[in-house]
């Protein structure tokens, strides 16, 4: 009787209980992936909100928040409050990537910032203000790379090592008028790298000191990746989406990876017969 009893405890109490672990669970999920920002905003001034890629969805908890598009711009939001001292309310903003951003906002005399700037999440950089023609086309081009960053390598021999930092050439691709150059950069050491530059130019092969070098830096339309840093004992990839192009004779193409405040300087040295070798996209997806 007592194990009978002691057994029907222990199954009332896990039967009471475990709606409350899984909310649990829930909720920390919720927590990790949903956590609305905060933000304050008033009646006398206006509050501005540029995102990484085009609005697609505008939703506002209450008539208290007034919210406005910027004419001819895709990524900027306008928000003032209605009335002063409102009840917290909510917005939620979807953008071109498909991504959510939600928003807890309340109202102050004096908010913190009237210029807030959301990060872009597959190049780690500020946003600029977009005109309407090109939004659409850069957050097709990162879509593009999101999916490039998980193909597997078909280019195994051009790449640099330096003191526990390895930067290599994985793969080349084209579609329409664009070229995607895939990276892999690679962490072996115990202190993080800490990226200043990333510069990718067309040099001649000087073959005399006399002989004055002619150069072409190529500006990526869009990148992804994380440009900042690479982290100690890590690895990530990186890809640059650039205006189709191929390399003359006699010249090549100089990648170069610098590190700020340190001396872990890298460089790759890409000659035409490795950009003609790009593969097609149709041919992935």
């Keep these: 009787m007592k194990k009978i009893s002691v057994l029907g405890l222990i199954g009332i109490v896990l039967f009471l209980f475990s709606p409350l672990l899984k909310a649990q669970d829930v909720s920390s999920l919720q927590d990790e992936e949903y956590i609305p920002k905060r933000l304050t905003i008033t009646c006398f001034k206006t509050t501005c909100i ?28 306008l928000l003032k409050a209605a009335k002063p001292e409102f009840d917290e309310t909510n917005l939620t903003v979807i953008t071109a990537d498909g991504k959510l951003y939600s928003f807890l906002v309340n109202y102050a005399e004096n908010p913190v910032s009237y210029l807030i700037r959301i990060e872009n999440p597959y190049g780690k950089t500020e946003p600029e203000v977009l005109f309407s023609n090109e939004n659409g086309k850069e957050a097709h081009t990162i879509q ?6 998980k193909q597997k390598a078909f280019i195994n021999h051009k790449k640099d090592k330096k ?30 790298y800490d990226i200043e530059q990333f510069r990718l130019t067309i040099l001649d092969q000087q073959k005399s000191k006399r002989t004055a070098i002619q150069q072409m830096e190529l500006n990526p339309v869009a990148i992804y990746g994380d440009t900042k840093m690479i982290k100690e004992r890590s690895a990530q990839r990186i890809i640059f989406a650039l205006p189709k192009f191929t390399i003359p004779d006699m010249k090549y193409l100089q990648v170069q990876l610098m590190e700020q405040n340190g001396g872990r300087h890298l460089s790759l040295k890409i000659r035409n017969p490795t950009i003609v070798r790009a593969k097609p996209l149709q041919q992935l997806f």
């Excluded at 540029?50 to 910027?70: E, M, N, W, Y």
């Excluded at 593009?144 to 960053?149: D, G, P, R, S, W």
């Excluded at 290599?168 to 050491?189: I, P």
């Design 50 to 77: 540029v995102f990484p890629f085009a609005i697609k969805s505008v939703d506002r908890g209450t008539k208290d928040l007034l919210v406005q598009k910027v004419k001819d711009v895709s990524n900027v939001l």
């Design 144 to 149: 593009v790379a999101e999916k490039l960053a």
């Design 163 to 192: 003191y526990g930092i390895e930067i290599s050439l994985e793969g080349v691709y084209v579609k329409d008028n664009l070229m995607y150059l895939q990276f892999k950069l690679q962490n072996y050491a115990d202190i993080g």
